[in-house]
């Protein structure tokens, strides 16, 4: 019989899962880029190499959407040092119209994205608030522009 007290009570990291909603593909043809919103739900540890992903992944569903919201709300841990690639695509999606806006409840992820972006990523706590602020910033600026 294997002695349990040598086993380390210390919980190993979770990967990071993501899963891109709607999957990605043409969307409809009587919905605009700038009126399709995809979100990307992800939970687990989100190290460099999780975030590259979910990067590539953020560029994939900005091909059929132009609305992206960014489902943290199932995540433990973000590395400080992969923030700014979010920003870099909230910023080249704003460039061409969309949005990126972000669903995080964790005050310890909220810290570190406030303290390694600043004002530059929009946080809502649930993904309808940031579902709504998307599409809301996105059409006053359509209009704004007068489209």
Do not use: C
């Not at 909603?21 to 880029?33: D, L």
């Not at 700014?84 to 570190?112: D, H, S």
């Amino acid at each position: 019989m294997a002695d349990k007290s040598t086993k380390s009570s210390h919980r190993e990291p979770l990967a990071a899962v993501l899963a891109l909603k709607p999957a990605p593909g043409p969307r409809p043809a009587n919905v605009r880029w700038e009126d399709n919103v995809a979100t990307i739900a992800v939970r687990g540890d989100l190290d460099l190499e999780a975030l590259w992903a979910i990067d590539y992944t953020i560029g994939r569903a900005a091909a059929d959407a132009g609305r992206i919201v960014l489902d943290l709300r199932e995540v433990t841990h973000l590395e400080y040092n992969g923030v700014g690639e979010l920003v870099a695509r909230r910023k080249e999606l704003l460039a061409r119209g969309g949005e990126l806006v972000i669903a995080v409840r964790n005050p310890y992820l909220i810290n570190i994205l406030k303290a390694a972006a600043g004002a530059e990523l929009l946080l809502f706590r649930s993904v309808e608030e940031a579902t709504g602020a998307a599409v809301a910033v996105a059409s006053a600026r359509a209009q704004r522009r007068g489209l």
